[in-house]
């Protein structure tokens, strides 16, 4: 099983079409610190749909909690801040792929202490920071099923 974290998110419809993404897949989610919105949020709950009931979730204080719950795991960062992208990496059954703030990413100390495990998606157009949040874990999971299944 693969694993989804998303640590401290800050807007409920990416979480609510991530956790959808989520289901689909049979990817646990971990959702890790504060978030910036009450896990009851309604906006969260439409952009799930009825698919909650499905998705794996597990709520972590900390990384350091999340990595605990995961000790086999090989764990992943997404950033804007790599020149490593998420097609040279090689994905393997149980790999966590951590995703940051949709406003900050992750922190740049994680960011260095991790460096040969950052990847990125590339951007085309230099004028565009970033993608959205949902659609880059659309993305990088779908990477990382098509490698481990085919």
Same mark, same amino acid.
């Given at each position: 099983?693969? $694993?989804?974290?998303?640590? !401290?998110?800050?807007?409920?419809?990416?979480?609510?079409?991530?956790?959808?993404?989520?289901?689909?897949?049979?990817?646990?989610? $971990?959702? =890790?610190?504060?978030?910036?919105?009450?896990? &009851?949020? @309604?906006? %969260?709950?439409?952009? #799930?749909?009825?698919?909650?009931? $499905? =998705?794996? %979730?597990? *709520? $972590?204080?900390?990384?350091?909690?999340?990595?605990?719950?995961?000790?086999?795991? *090989?764990? =992943?960062?997404?950033? /804007?801040?790599?020149? *490593?992208?998420?097609?040279?990496? !090689? +994905?393997?059954? #149980? &790999?966590?792929?951590?995703?940051? @703030?949709? /406003? *900050? #990413?992750?922190?740049?100390?994680? %960011?260095?202490?991790? @460096?040969?495990?950052? %990847?990125?998606?590339?951007?085309?157009?230099?004028?565009? @920071?970033?993608?959205?949040?949902?659609?880059?874990?659309?993305? =990088?999971?779908?990477?990382?099923?098509?490698?481990?299944? +085919?």
């Amino acid at each position: 099983m693969l $694993h989804i974290a998303l640590v !401290e998110p800050e807007i409920p419809p990416n979480t609510g079409n991530i956790a959808r993404l989520c289901a689909a897949t049979n990817t646990m989610l $971990h959702i =890790v610190g504060a978030t910036g919105f009450r896990m &009851d949020d @309604r906006t %969260l709950k439409r952009a #799930g749909l009825d698919y909650w009931d $499905h =998705v794996e %979730l597990q *709520r $972590h204080i900390d990384l350091g909690r999340l990595y605990a719950s995961l000790p086999e795991s *090989r764990f =992943v960062y997404l950033t /804007t801040k790599s020149d *490593r992208t998420y097609t040279e990496w !090689e +994905f393997r059954d #149980g &790999d966590c792929i951590v995703f940051g @703030r949709e /406003t *900050r #990413g992750l922190p740049d100390e994680l %960011l260095a202490a991790n @460096r040969e495990t950052c %990847l990125t998606i590339p951007m085309v157009n230099p004028n565009v @920071r970033s993608l959205n949040l949902a659609t880059s874990v659309g993305i =990088v999971l779908f990477e990382a099923i098509r490698q481990i299944k +085919f």
